[in-house]
């Protein structure tokens, strides 16, 4: 199973909006409304940001926000402070036999 | 509070066998699932296989299957990942995970701090 696509990078300068894509298949992404994203600040573990394509975990500031189209998932970070500088990882449950499959992962820079 | 903890970082030889811990508290460990992450150095997150400490319900990723074991001690409330043959591309950071895994919601909620597995000659 291959991973989910997500860019490799993307930026935006302090209270601009940015949007991470996750583009799977009619197997994962498109299959099921079981999307969740992750943020990985360098040498920490991931923490949830975004489950069930739209839902917020509590104290999960509001500026994120998830939301899915066909294949194609999508997290948005609006208001961007500093401390949003880190990796996204989006994930998609693929199927009982799958199971669960990772995006490759995007690095946000706070410019 | 929920925690999941996780053994400490190891140093092995190719060949040597690993077993590697994740100790759950703060809910009921027999309730939830628990997931294996690998993160090789520099790179992303995989998702490795889960385990349901209730009846012990194990499910692998195809890229892991047979390459590592899952299992879990639920009178100790503690998750495992072991190898039986260590090799040098093994080399990673490893995460374990509580799943919420039910029919309306599918996500990984609380993370172990990680081991760091070194396999070098």
């Known amino acids: 199973q291959s991973a989910l696509t997500q860019p490799r990078s993307v930026s935006g300068s302090p209270g601009q909006s940015v949007t991470i894509s996750c583009t799977g298949t009619s197997s994962d992404v498109g299959g099921y409304n079981y999307v969740s994203w992750y943020q990985q600040h360098p040498g920490k573990a991931p923490k949830l940001m975004i489950y069930d394509v739209s839902k917020r975990p509590s104290g999960v500031p509001d500026r994120f926000s998830g939301s899915k189209s066909g294949n194609t998932a999508s997290l948005t970070i609006s208001g961007l402070q500093a401390e949003d500088e880190a990796d996204y990882y989006c994930?998609?449950?693929?199927?009982?036999?799958?199971?669960?499959?990772f995006g490759g992962g995007t690095k946000l820079t706070v410019l | 509070e929920v925690q999941l903890v996780q053994s400490g970082a190891e140093v092995k030889k190719p060949g040597e066998s690993l077993k590697i811990s994740c100790k759950g508290s703060?809910?009921?460990?027999?309730?939830?699932?628990i997931g294996w992450v690998r993160q090789m150095p520099g790179k992303g997150l995989e998702w490795m296989g889960i385990i349901y400490p209730g009846d012990s319900d194990t499910r692998y990723s195809p890229s892991f299957q047979g390459q590592v074991t899952i299992s879990a001690d639920k009178s100790i409330s503690t998750a495992y990942l072991q190898w039986s043959s260590l090799k040098a591309s093994d080399t990673a950071m490893y995460y374990c995970v509580r799943g919420q895994l039910w029919f309306d919601t599918h996500h990984f909620d609380y993370w172990g701090q990680g081991t760091l597995v070194t396999v070098s000659s």
């Open positions: 703060g809910y009921s460990f027999t309730s939830y699932w």
């Open positions: 994930c998609s449950y693929a199927g009982s036999y799958t199971f669960e499959v």
